[in-house]
């Protein structure tokens, strides 16, 4: 069955910045054409709203906050009514445009997250139901975000400086970051609820990046940039400024004007960030991983400008934007996968390191040179001491026959099983119970396509193990806390031989200070929940009465006032 | 030598408290200077009575001779506000030589802050939101906390004209001696007293830190302006079921979930509201008073980081909730020993069954107890009446 597509303009940019300075035609708002795809279910279909399965609109009247009617229509194409358009009107912030706007991306990113250049695998929502609903119209404030408890990602919209009126479901940047949180915590759903400073700072560095990826599938805005940044990636320019026009038009607290949210390029260490706010600290890890992206492209751009077979040599202009064409595919598989092997519990910019390059060697076990490199940046901003603390073993006593690796994968018993034997392989303390989450199935594109036109592909059984670790906690809360931890044990499908053996640490005593000094801040500030009045369920709290840890600590990074 | 006399009336959920000051005036001779704070009461249960206010605005003209020397609104909430009027409209009035207003409620004020007319402009949507989402479903405790804060709305809106009753008060003294104060307020000519003292410990002349991080309102800000008036009347109506294609439990759980907010809003909005309460420190003949008005915990911090001191007397904040005294400032305020041995008070001004943990008696109320004080409470005495609490001059 061939499969259904709808048609959307979608603006490249937010909406009136990067490209208008560029020069590139047109001048304000540009669209790109796209066509979303839905490939493989036949049960899904485009719909009014937008909606499909995964994915719905829900709009709001912005006089009333009432629900209203599905702000676009689906029309079908003639020809294979299954397929059609979503047709945009002529008014930048209609109804209409800002929903098939903010549907289009989150589409996009979706399909790129799970895409076999990155996770290789659908991934179920943290919440446990089929669908995520966008609401691009939720109301007023300058924010927007994704909330486990609606299962929604909600844009909201404010007055800027200048005064015209900022819709945050227009930012291609934004709703990439929105959706991205919302694709992690399918992914890492340990990571919602985690009272590690770095732990919560992850889940935003990998949101900005999935943001910078986002933009980077922009054909018009690669082009764009590499003419105004002169074929290089490092200094400022559209990546590293995640959401140009809501840090444009919102004043940071300083009273000068952000040039936008976070500056993706920076010269942080972990010293320089000491009692930083997950939203700072955050600026670190994806450093780290921008620099990655920056030497990948760097080396690609050397390649690219040599003579092809034909003697023939390519203009910068051209040979840049095939090389960034695909450095950004090798960024998206080395950063997304390293996500998938991401131990449950929560974890470190370490933890994150160590993840990503099992994850990047159990797909490329000859390329080192962007590993090297990556390590060498955590070296150098202070997250580790040396590059051998993020090195994790391939342990072979963890691999099991081929024909046992689906029963692995179907069967709870045999997974717990597994993971008892190999108790002390996987760090697990004696007498400590434990919890095998459901195995992963994942199937990712390894390399360049052949001369037969087809990518090698590596399918890889992912198995995750959970458990508690306690600690006393300081503060006036005091007490006890539990900090959730656990390991990732790599199959390859078809030999059982083990890739990789990822475990987190988050149980040493600089991580616990840290999360000591978490929640004195945030009692500080009395940012978190009470009991008295309204319902506290969505709010920052801590998880119960004999356990200090964060309830809901994801929400610390989009409350207003806490991103300092 | 006359006492100085504390007198706090049963008005209900609500404040009345009339403070009787004896003076030596420059001739050697006694007067008797009356500071009276607040009156009004809320609109919920058998807490809300505007009948009451006629007795007792009648017993204070009666003993004022019917002019206060000094009369404080602490702050915009109508339980504080409402009496006066209420009392004048059944024809009994009450005048004031000097009145102090809290700072915000100043007409100019949000033109001359704009951080706070930002918040403000937050507070007037979540509260057209509230009131949209009352008219689709009964709910008596955001209904209350509407009208609470319905004072600061424009006249009119909402179909409510809880601002005539704050207009009242704006009139109440000569235009010359209406004075809207803060911390920062020069009170020299600004007062009756000439042998007492007054401090003024809160609140902070920008009042935008006490309205907190603020959050989203379900209402943009010019999609309705001006509108609010009009919807007051009829309920507008949304869908009632959800699009084709759209997960019907997810949507019903995102709207209950916007009404949660919408409540979250109001609370936070109300809090906000009670810390920008005068907070008036009285010193007579070696006694320290202190009358907190509804002053939240944000308020006492920034109080306690300017200097509090110990007191023989307490208006304790907030009707006895929980948020309105600072258990960990308890001991600067009413250290365990007396530090000049001289006995003190606290007075608690509430009413049962309005609000869920409001008076906290397991919490905050116990704090106050012997040997630190004696508890005074309005609870004790019939509706109308008052009780007495007496210094020594
Ligand atoms: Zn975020």
Redesign the interface.
Known sequence: MADVVAEVDLLVQDGSLALAETGVPGGGAVKETKELRLSGDVNDRFLDGPACRRIAIVDFEPATGLPSSPPATFTPFTSNPRSGKYVADGDETSATNIAINAFGTVFQTVRMFEGRDALGRRVDWAFGSEQLLVVPRAGEWANAFYERATRSLQFFSFVGESGARVHTALSRDIVAHECGHALLDAVAPSLYDSSTPQSVAIHESVADLVAVIMALDSRRLREAVLARSDNVLAGANAFTAIAEEFGMARPGADGIARHALRELENDETLETLSGARPHILSTLLSAIFYDTLNVVFAKLFQEAKLPDANGVTPTPAAAANKALGTAQIVFRRFLLRGIDYLPPGELSFADVGRATLAADRAARPAASEVRENFSHQFVKRLVVATAQELESPQPQSLAVPPDQVSSLHDSDWAAYQYATRHRSTLGLPDGVSFTVLPRVDSTKVIGAKGDDGVAPIQRELIVKIAWNDTEDSTGTVGGMRVVPTGATVVLKWDTGECLALVRSDVTGVEHRRDRDRLLAQLEEDGALATHDGADVGESVGLRSDGDSGLRASHRLLHLAGWDG | MSDLVVRAYNVGFGDAILVSVPERTSRGKEKTRHLLFDVGNLLAGDGNDDAVFTGVVQDIADRTGGTVDLYVMTHEHLDHVQGLLAARRAGVDLAAKHAWLTGSAHPDYYTTHPDAKLKKR?LE?ALE?AH?IVQTAPDPWLEMMIRNNSTLLPPGALGLKTSDYVDHLRKIAPPDQTHYVDRTTDLAGKHPFSEATVRLLAPEEDTSSYY?????????????AG?AAA?ASEA????SV??????P???F???A??R?NT??Q??EIDQANNNTSVVLELEWRGWRLLFAGDAE??SWKTMHANGLEPAHFVKISHHGS??GTYDDLFDELMPQQSPDGRERHALVSTHDGDW??VPDADGTLSLYRPPRCTLHDTRTVARGASLEIRFAG
């Open positions: 937050s949507l939101d949209r907190g991080r603020g959050g989203p309102t379900l209402t943009v800000a010019e999609a309705d509108a919807t507008p109506v949304g869908l959800p699009p084709v294609g759209v997960d439990g997810a949507f759980d995102l709207q979930a916007r949660r409540r979250r109001i609370m915990l944000k929980h948020n869920d943990s």
